[in-house]
């Protein structure tokens, strides 16, 4: 079947507009990768209102090769400004800063590129071999298993994205609630409406997302104190022979990018978890004189290797199960919406052509990255000299364009710049945007798969402990939540025992 669906993909990539917008998407990731604070999530953001009636595969392509070159995109701020560009790119500072003190700035530059596209590469390979089997296996869900999938997914998105697991799971449940305004599928009675016929359909979901990230990113960033600041930094021209020297750590590559592929399929677990463990991986086998924090290139590879692999592990639940694994997915995954194209193992018998277009579409971003990055990346060292003070109206200028455009609604702003305002409140006490997200896109899934169940159930809520597939992922759900609160019960006692020091 992927042989196939591969063979019909063929038709759907090789046109002047998805190979065009593929490599636009490629470069404009890197872009925004390198500025600090913005990233693949805010690239995708701003493009996707552009791909609104753009043929499918094009349109993908463009957004995903957003989120492979911003997830290597990071990178560049971090090796030359010891400011990752994204929190994908923390862990490079150990070793990428250095090197770049060293004079060695275009080597490392170079090997985070090379190793981006080469775990880029081997996800690529992961999701074109997982995701069929995934979905093969879902093909004979029913609304129980879809019920008890959608409660796993958003759990494990709450427990794991970081901070408080409370505040994770109230940002989960908020997204949920915001899931059940407008029209009721069953009754087609109207829900949270109060009356307004702007409402009848929801908020529309890229409103809701441009006002949480790029809105409130925005506000952060103009309470900062450099935003007048323009940084000093010399252009770094790394070469293609950069290639041969991450090549030289071939074996730290491949573990590097498996341990990427693995987290990137784990929903929550994402880039920020892979490319330190990776990098501690990497550390504890390397040999004692490499030096590993000291501007050691493994180090470097491993790091970048990792963020990019779990970039094709995220989609393998993103287009399988239509459960996706971060907020980067959920936008990929809203967008597939958005185009008509239901994600999950009816895409896969349905849609097989725009599935083997968009694993097409995945490995040549990645190919591009690897030749293309390195040819341009002095352009996006000049960039970083932008200050603040510029690039702030613009980021909200396009978002204020891009919302209108959606559907010429002065409503959609209005929902934007309301969403702006939460996603303010939610930073400033510690409560995580990326739930949400997952629980708006989620929600219609849980709820219409449930009340399905109860519908064709004979006992009630024993349909999910009477067919296998569903009881076991109840278990699991029932041990997410169980492990919830045993670190929340760990962290009390831990504040308790440090205010009584």
């Known amino acids: ?19 065009g917008l593929t490599l636009l998407g490629v470069l404009f990731g890197l872009l925004i990768g390198a500025l600090p604070g913005l990233g693949p999530l805010m690239g995708i953001i701003l493009m996707l209102p552009v791909v609104i009636g753009l043929p499918p595969v094009a349109a993908m392509g463009f957004l995903i090769a957003i989120f492979v070159g911003g997830s290597c995109g990071g990178s560049i701020s971090a090796i030359l400004l010891r400011i990752p560009g994204t929190p994908l790119a923390a862990a490079t500072l150990f070793d990428g800063f250095p090197m770049a003190q060293k004079g060695r700035a275009s080597d490392a530059i170079g090997i985070a590129i090379s190793a981006s596209a080469l775990g880029g590469l081997f996800g690529g390979i992961v999701l074109i071999m997982a995701s069929p089997l995934l979905a093969n296996f879902a093909a004979n869900f029913a609304p129980p298993e879809y019920s008890m999938l959608a409660i796993t997914g ?5 427990v794991i994205s970081g901070g408080s697991v409370i505040n994770g799971l109230i940002a989960g449940c908020f997204g949920l609630l915001l899931a059940t305004i407008g029209t009721d ?11 307004s016929h702007h409402m009848l359909n929801g908020f529309h979901i890229v409103a809701v997302v441009v006002g ?8 952060h960033q103009m309470m900062g104190k450099d935003m007048l600041k323009s940084p000093d930094i010399d252009v770094a021209r790394p070469g293609l022979g950069t290639i041969i ?11 590097s990018s498996t341990i990427g592929a693995f987290f990137g399929a ?33 180090g470097v590879v491993a790091t970048e290797a990792a963020n990019n692999a779990t970039v094709g592990g995220t989609l393998v639940p993103t287009l399988a199960l239509g459960i996706p694994g971060d907020a980067s997915s959920a936008m990929l995954l809203g967008a597939l919406l958005i185009l008509g194209i239901i994600p999950g193992p009816e895409m896969f018998v349905h849609n097989g052509e725009i599935v083997g277009g968009i694993f097409l579409v995945y490995l040549a971003s990645n190919v591009l990255l690897l030749f293309v990055g390195i040819m341009v990346t002095p352009m996006f060292v000049y960039v970083l000299k932008i200050p603040k003070s510029h690039l702030v109206p613009i980021v ?15 409503f959609d702003l209005m929902v934007m710049f309301a969403f702006g305002l939460i996603g303010i409140l939610f930073r400033a006490t510690n409560i995580p945007l990326a739930p949400v997200v997952i629980g708006i896109i989620l929600g219609p899934l849980l709820e219409n798969n449930f009340r399905r169940s109860m519908l064709i159930s004979q006992d009630g809520l024993w349909i999910f402990a009477e067919r296998p597939v569903s009881a076991v992922l109840a278990v699991i759900n029932v ?3 169980a492990g919830a609160v045993v670190l929340t019960l760990r962290g009390w006692r831990r504040s308790l025992a440090s205010a009584e020091a």
Request: aromatic share 12%; hydrophobic share 50%; proline share 2%.
């Open 154 to 158: 958003l759990i494990a998105i709450s």
């Open 479 to 481: 041990v997410l939540i």
């Open 396 to 410: 909200l200028l396009l978002c204020s364009i891009g919302t209108f455009a959606l559907q010429a609604s002065v």
């Open 245 to 255: 020297l991450t090549m030289k750590h071939w074996i730290n590559v491949l573990r």
């Open 185 to 195: 599928e069953f009754s087609t009675g109207y829900r949270f409406t109060f009356g």
């Open 266 to 298: 784990l929903p929550g677990a994402g880039g920020v978890i892979s490319s330190f463990t990776s990098y501690a991986a990497a550390k504890a086998l390397s040999k004692s004189d490499e030096k590993y924090g000291e501007g050691a290139e493994g």
């Open 1 to 19: 079947m992927i042989v196939d669906s591969l063979a019909d993909g063929f038709a759907l990539f090789l046109t002047p507009l998805a190979i």
């Open 212 to 219: 949480l990230f790029a809105i409130s990113e925005m506000a």
